[in-house]
């Protein structure tokens, strides 16, 4: 019930930027929070960031922490994930999901994985060149 559209995508050059955007419609009273995942060709899909939806604390992969900052705009119901500092490790499809009305323990132990997020986007192509 709760729909999740990203956008923002593209094609850049390795040391550029891209802002990726999320919007949530539908059944949003209840959120946790919200996190980015991305799938490389070939690899599994793999946690990016996070950040919980009260309090806005965030949570980073150590792949990208530093270089990406995620945020959200609580009247838009809407989260972003600024990328900086590009490379080709980078390129992958990337999914914004949402979990909703966790507790905090469960958060706090897999939060990092899929299992807390119960809405997934379709997902947006980020092409990093060299």
């Known amino acids: 019930q709760v729909h999740l559209v990203e956008s923002g995508g593209g094609l850049v050059q390795a040391g550029g930027s891209l802002r990726l955007s999320c919007a949530a419609s539908?059944?949003?009273?209840?959120?946790?929070?919200m996190g980015w995942f991305r799938q490389a060709p070939g690899k599994e899909r793999e946690f990016v960031a996070a950040?919980?939806?009260?309090?806005?604390?965030?949570y980073y992969a150590d792949s990208v922490r530093g270089r990406f900052t995620i945020s959200r705009d609580k009247g838009k119901n809407t989260v972003y994930l600024q990328m900086n500092s590009l490379n080709t490790e980078d390129t992958a499809v990337y999914y914004c999901?949402?979990?909703?009305?966790?507790?905090?323990?469960?958060?706090?132990?897999?939060?990092?994985?899929?299992?807390?997020?119960?809405?997934w986007g379709q997902g947006t192509q980020v092409t990093v060149s060299s």
């Open positions: 999901a949402e979990a909703s009305d966790e507790d905090e323990r469960t958060w706090f132990r897999l939060y990092f994985t899929a299992s807390p997020y119960d809405y």
């Open positions: 539908g059944r949003t009273f209840d959120v946790y929070a």
């Open positions: 950040i919980m939806w009260s309090g806005g604390s965030t």
